[in-house]
């Protein structure tokens, strides 16, 4: 489940450190693959990215348990996260960063070595647990995922097409669910709970649970939204009829008169 070596080559011959500057996220849960922007703007946060800058552009990046907290400590902080590479920096008029980084590998927190100026940790890649044959059942659940995320995102509002089509062309189970709840707006104690399922079929069954919770709460909120939107239109008419009949009674008042 975990790799036991401190430095690690990925399939494109990346080298991960044991040692990682770390990073604070919030209100975010960063899966693989995923190519997000971050603003950055804290004094840590601003170290950490500079120091990864000046090495290898490899960062651990993990969320604040937390997001009202401006100076997370490590008790703060979840401990299984991403290792990101940073593809890019921009340093913007107000004197923040953004940064754009690409998950590279999950990986854990095994302890931290530095936390002033900025955290540096130890870290310990974590290997998901291979899923040797797809099930008919695992298929099944598969495409009641898919059919779910896009009735989501259709009472959302959302358009899907494109994501849909990437969604009908995964194949395994833990990318899939990856990548449905990297693009839903799950609580962050969902996604992380997500994240941190090494084993693919249950994290697929997982994302599968939240994502019926989901599709209750967004059917519930689509017909609240609809009859506040026809009560909204009743309203509207009743005051336009009542406006015709006040400028006719006063019409008729002026030829009474």
């Known amino acids: 489940m975990t790799s036991e070596l401190n430095d690690f080559h990925d399939s494109e011959?990346?080298?991960?450190?044991?040692?990682?500057?770390?990073?604070?996220?919030?209100?975010?849960?960063i899966f693989n693959y995923m190519i997000i922007p971050l603003f950055v703007g804290r004094p840590a946060s601003v170290?950490?990215?500079?120091?990864?800058?000046?090495?290898?552009?490899?960062?651990m990046l993990v969320t604040q348990r937390d997001a009202s907290l401006d100076e997370p400590q490590?008790?703060?902080?979840?401990?299984?996260?991403?290792?990101c590479m940073?593809?890019?920096?921009?340093?913007?008029?107000?004197?923040?960063?953004?940064?754009?980084?690409?998950?590279?590998?999950?990986?854990?927190?095994?302890?931290?070595?530095?936390?002033?100026p900025h955290h540096i940790a130890r870290i310990e890649l974590i290997q998901d647990e291979e899923v040797e044959e797809v099930?008919?059942?695992?298929?099944?659940?598969?495409?009641?995922v898919r059919e779910q995320t896009e009735k989501i995102l259709s009472l959302k509002g959302i358009m899907s097409s494109d994501l849909m089509v990437i969604l009908n062309n995964v194949e395994e189970p833990g990318r899939l669910a990856d990548l449905v709840v990297s693009n839903l707006q799950l609580k962050v104690s969902e996604s992380q709970a997500v994240l941190e399922t090494f084993?693919?079929?249950?994290?697929?069954?997982?994302?599968?649970?939240?994502?019926?919770?989901?599709?209750?709460?967004?059917?519930?909120?689509?017909?609240?939204?609809?009859?506040?939107k026809e009560e909204m239109?009743?309203?509207?008419?009743?005051?336009?009829?009542?406006?015709?009949?006040?400028?006719?009674?006063?019409?008729?008042?002026d030829i009474d008169d």
């Open 199 to 228: 084993d693919p079929a249950l994290r697929l069954k997982k994302v599968a649970d939240y994502l019926q919770k989901e599709l209750e709460v967004s059917t519930m909120q689509a017909k609240i939204q609809s009859e506040a």
């Open 135 to 144: 099930s008919v059942e695992m298929e099944a659940l598969m495409r009641n």
């Open 47 to 59: 170290g950490a990215v500079n120091d990864a800058m000046s090495k290898d552009k490899l960062l």
């Open 13 to 29: 011959g990346q080298e991960i450190p044991g040692e990682l500057p770390l990073m604070a996220v919030r209100d975010v849960v």
């Open 86 to 116: 940073i593809m890019r920096t921009l340093k913007l008029p107000d004197g923040r960063l953004k940064v754009l980084v690409q998950a590279l590998r999950k990986a854990r927190v095994e302890a931290f070595i530095q936390e002033e």
């Open 74 to 83: 490590s008790e703060d902080m979840y401990d299984v996260g991403m290792v």
């Open 233 to 253: 239109s009743r309203t509207q008419r009743e005051y336009y009829l009542r406006e015709q009949l006040q400028a006719l009674k006063k019409e008729l008042g």
